[in-house]
């Protein structure tokens, strides 16, 4: 049986969970495939993933901060990531390089279908405006939320961002400075990258409401401010990006093999105490 070569693009990876997480699905659907992260800057990342195309490479994923680039250096483009901008999933297809995103089906399908929470009508606030912002925005408006607001540190980036979407009416961009005066939302995603380096982010309790549901896109320590800052405001439920880690892999595996893995088992083995700041390392 050929054995296909699968990696992981991005910067930090040291201690990603993606090589355990599709490790397991090979072993549990019966898959021959190696999967090897490679720690890629902006800078070389062009170059690494060309060499991994030339070793016999047949897909690969990709995390920050290259999400952007990937989209630029795919041949073609799914409509999710045409949508998006940004491509965390790449597949070679006749010697040429296909992008798509996965990130958003993940989050929504572990927000709505494994964990049964409803995101219809929620008015959302989304924090940050990079790769991962981006790739779950579309499939958060297609999941029937109210609206999204986004704000970042850098409100070009926000603005771009909204502009994308060109949906005034439910996308939006705001300056962080006011935050306190936005009301509060029914949803909350920190999708900025704070977390990753050790940074706090100043939020004022006065975003959240009694049914707010707090979402970090990271997972373990990056997530752990977030998510003692979304307790604190007695937020109705707490999640951490664990479970959109898996769900974002399994759909990545299924479109690399056809077939969509049995992501229970991972869970139950990566997810004791889902939702806390058990420290799992960074996306």
């Not at 993940?106 to 991962?132: I, S």
């Not at 029937?144 to 939006?172: F, K, M, W, Y």
Request: glycine residues 10%; charged residues 20%; negative net charge.
């Amino acid at each position: 049986m050929t054995c296909k070569q699968y990696a992981l693009f991005g910067q930090p990876i040291e201690h990603s969970l993606s090589p355990r997480i599709h490790a397991a699905f090979a072993r549990d659907s019966a898959v021959a495939m190696e999967y090897v992260a490679h720690a890629s800057s902006a800078a070389d990342f062009e170059a690494k993933l060309q060499a991994f195309a030339d070793s016999g490479g047949d897909g690969a994923n990709v995390t920050q901060p290259l999400k952007a680039l990937a989209a630029t250096l795919a041949e073609t483009l799914s409509e999710v990531a045409q949508r998006a901008g940004v491509v965390n999933t790449l597949t070679r297809r006749g010697g040429q390089w296909h992008g798509d995103n996965t990130d958003g089906a993940g989050l929504v399908h572990d927000l709505a279908e494994r964990l049964r929470l409803d995101l219809r009508g929620r008015r959302t606030l989304m924090l940050g405006a990079g790769g991962a912002a981006a790739g779950v925005l579309p499939a958060l408006l297609d999941a029937g939320v109210e609206s999204v607001t986004i704000v970042n540190r850098t409100p070009q980036s926000a603005e771009r961002l909204s502009e994308r979407h060109d949906d005034p009416g439910r996308v939006n961009a705001r300056y962080w400075k006011d935050l306190a005066t936005l009301g509060a939302f029914d949803f909350v995603v920190d999708a900025t990258s704070a977390g990753h380096s050790g940074v706090a982010l100043e939020l004022p309790f006065s975003i959240t409401g009694a049914r707010t549901l707090a979402v970090s896109l990271s997972y373990g320590a990056a997530a752990a401010r977030f998510l003692a800052w979304a307790r604190a405001a007695g937020c109705s439920d707490v999640q951490d990006g664990l479970g959109m880690l898996i769900e974002q892999a399994a759909a990545s595996f299924e479109i690399w093999h056809g077939l969509r893995p049995d992501t229970d088992p991972v869970h139950r083995e990566l997810g004791a105490g889902r939702g806390e700041a058990a420290l799992l390392g960074s996306d």
